[in-house]
Structure formats: structure tokens, C-alpha cells
């Protein structure tokens, strides 16, 4: 019988501490890989303060954006999404050339796997 619960005890501590130990199940230290996203508009179309922030608020909708930046002297918007959340660039282009943008101008650039948390 004392075998039986040790047994069975020794079961349920490495169940439930193993994947804590491999940074496995429940969330926790988990990687996640994300990549780096940049947008340059041509001509400094970014100067604009109507545009430019319309287009830094559309790439915020996207799940998982975080460190958004938007750099209007140099004209490019920049930022950080992981992997799996990471929009199409011909999505990325549409949405710059709906706000005014002439396709020509917009360059999308995704650098893969940049950071991991």
C-alpha cells in the first residue's frame, strides 16, 4: 500500500514539476519568436501628420504588435510581432496604399525571428 502512494506520488510531482523544469505547458517559459517589421514610405511620405499616424494606428490592430515605431523624419514605421501574428506584406502594402500612399513608394521589409521572449 505505501508503495502503491509513493508510486503514485512520485507520478504526480513529475507530471506536474517536469514541464516546469523543461520550460514546457502552461505558458510558462515558453520562446516565442517574433519578427521585426518595417514599412518605408518613399519621398518622406511619412512627414504628413494626418497619415502617418493613421497608418502607425492600422498596424496596431494587429495581434501581438508591440514597440511600435514611427519615424516621420526618415519616413519608415517600425515594429515588433511574433511569428505566427506576422501580417502578409502584400496586406501591409494594401493597407499604406489605402491611407494615400502610391504603391511604388511603400517597401515592406519583415526581418524574420529577431527576438525571442
Not at 512520485?10 to 517589421?37: D, H, M, R
Request: hydrophobic content about 40%; overall charge positive.
Amino acid at each position: 500500500m505505501k508503495k502503491t502512494i509513493l508510486i503514485r506520488s512520485t507520478i504526480i510531482f513529475w507530471s506536474v514539476f517536469l514541464p516546469i523544469l523543461l520550460g514546457t505547458g502552461n505558458g510558462i517559459a515558453q520562446e516565442t519568436y517574433k519578427n521585426s517589421v518595417r514599412i518605408d514610405i518613399a519621398r518622406g511620405g511619412l512627414h504628413c501628420p494626418f497619415l502617418g499616424p493613421r497608418l502607425k494606428e492600422a498596424v496596431s490592430k494587429f495581434e501581438g504588435v508591440e514597440n511600435i515605431t514611427l519615424n516621420s523624419k526618415d519616413s519608415y514605421l517600425e515594429f515588433i510581432v511574433p511569428v505566427q501574428n506576422t501580417p502578409k506584406q502584400d496586406t501591409l502594402v494594401k493597407i499604406a496604399n489605402n491611407l494615400g500612399y502610391p504603391v511604388q513608394d511603400i517597401k515592406v521589409t519583415v526581418i524574420a525571428a529577431v527576438e525571442k521572449q
